[in-house]
């Protein structure tokens, strides 16, 4: 079993910063892509930025600039640099991962953190 668990959201007030964290653990498995994804509240989820194991990071157009996502490969944690947050970047931020695991390929979602932009 895998389990991915992020960390590191709350409240911040706009033009303030916040680094999310997503570490997956478990037994006999391989993350070899990790991604940060959201969904605001009455919207869809949306990609923000995926990073391989080499780190080639991929981005939506839309976050590159204040998002910045890396990786601790050892540790087989992922990280969300988030800066110049505004209201409308309120959402539930989840991480997710592409699998080799128990010698099949599979996915799997963290629980998701709340960010709340606000004054």
């Known amino acids: 079993q895998v389990q991915l668990v992020e960390s590191g959201g709350g409240l911040v007030q706009p033009g303030g910063s916040l680094r999310l964290s997503c570490q997956a653990s478990g037994t006999d498995f391989l993350a070899y892509e990790m991604s940060w994804h959201r969904q605001a509240p009455g919207k869809q989820r949306e990609m923000i930025a995926s990073?391989?194991?080499?780190?080639?990071?991929n981005y939506t157009d839309s976050f590159k600039g204040r998002f910045a996502i890396s990786r601790d490969l050892p540790a087989d944690t992922i990280y969300l640099q988030m800066n110049s947050l505004e209201p409308e970047d309120t959402a539930v931020y989840y991480c997710?991962?592409?699998?080799?695991?128990?010698?099949?390929?599979?996915?799997?979602w963290g629980q998701g953190t709340q960010v709340t932009v606000s004054s």
């Open positions: 997710h991962a592409d699998l080799i695991h128990g010698g099949r390929m599979g996915d799997a």
């Open positions: 990073i391989s194991r080499s780190d080639t990071t």
